[in-house]
Each structure stands twice: as structure tokens, then as C-alpha cells.
């Protein structure tokens, strides 16, 4: 079984496009705070991740969710690897969510 269920807050707004058959898709970043795990500087540890939502919810989540919006996700998530810019080797956590709720004040859930 592949589930990931996370709290986090969005980095910035969320980015709504679609497929070329016209299927909705929203992605955006998630910080989760990783307490008792300190940096160097003596903030809490911080893990990201890149989240797609597809559909209507997906929709529901471009409309209503921007940037620092707290969201509880539930999905599966995979590891990718990349090569940035700079051309480093990096690697990225994505989740592809089945469930979001919005967890911000005025916020409803998609």
C-alpha cells in the first residue's frame, strides 16, 4: 500500500492547467514542518512536496487555495529524480492526492 497523509502549507498560489484531453490538473507545493528536527540555524526541519489534484477537485483547489493556505492531503506518493539548472542531480518527492481538505480559515473542502 501506497498512502501518504500529510499537513503543510502551500509555498506559493496553486498553478491550474490541463491535459490535451481537457482533464483539469492542480499542482503546488506543500512545507511540512518537521518539529524536533532542527537546522543548523535552529529552525525547525522543513520537507517538500510537489502535489498534483486532478478534476473538479483539482478546480476547487485553484480557486480557493493560495499561497501559505494550510491543507491536509491524502495520496500516493514517488520519489523522482532530476538534474537542475545548475546542473546538480536533485530528487523530488510528488504526491498525487485523492483527498484534500482545506484547513485555513474560509476555506471549504474540494
Known sequence: MNRLYLIGNLTAD???????????VCTFSLAV???GSKQADG?????????????????????FLKKGSKVFVCGEVKASAYTSKDGTS??????SCREVEFLSSGEQKA
Do not use: D
Open 14 to 24: 496553486p498553478v491550474l492547467a490541463a491535459t490535451a484531453s481537457g482533464i483539469s
Open 90 to 95: 536533485r530528487a523530488s518527492l510528488e504526491v
Open 33 to 35: 514542518n518537521q518539529p
Open 43 to 63: 529552525q525547525n526541519g522543513v520537507t517538500y512536496f510537489r502535489c498534483s489534484v486532478w478534476g473538479a477537485q483539482g478546480e476547487n483547489c485553484a480557486r
